[in-house]
């Protein structure tokens, strides 16, 4: 491998490394802001802040282990041995290292923000609104006067 290439490949996976363990750490600790350019960006992790932090939060660990493998696959071509298959083979090894780590990283902030979004928009279980003193009357067997809800209708009917 041409020393220029390889110099370049290494220094674009040092620079992939350090920015994808920046993300991890402002991600683990909350303090990466809700924005369009860095992060997990899904339109489930952007609807609020809270599922924006949570998705980065859950992507930390992944984004974090992907810039410690461009971090070490690039320090390791840039000061590799210049002939032979093997800074071709850390490249490859750490390219597709880092990639396959950023993503599942991406993928599981973008679960964990969907599945908030989820929980955050579900409907209210259904009430009797408000007359209910018992479990039995939140199914509206009765009513809050212990009767059927339309025997007194029922009775009016059969004794006029």
């Known amino acids: 491998m041409p020393t220029t290439l390889r110099l370049v490949l290494a220094v674009l996976l040092l620079l992939a490394g350090a920015v994808l363990v920046v993300l991890a750490v402002l991600g683990a600790g909350g303090k990466l802001p809700r924005n369009r350019f860095a992060g997990v960006r899904t339109p489930a992790s952007l609807r609020t802040a809270d599922a924006f932090a949570l998705a980065n939060r859950v992507a930390a660990g992944p984004l974090g282990a992907a810039g410690l493998v461009g971090l070490v696959g690039g320090t390791a071509l840039a000061l590799g041995g210049r002939g032979g298959a093997t800074p071709w083979v850390l490249a490859g090894i750490a390219l597709v290292g880092t990639l396959v780590m950023a993503a599942l990283g991406g993928a599981l902030g973008a679960r ?47 004794e006029g």
């Open 112 to 158: 964990a923000a969907e599945v908030t979004i989820a929980e955050q928009t579900t409907a209210p279980a259904p009430s009797c609104g408000g007359v209910c003193s018992g479990c039995d009357l939140v199914a509206g067997c009765r009513d809050a006067t212990g009767t059927e809800p339309d025997s007194a209708s029922t009775a009016s009917r059969t």
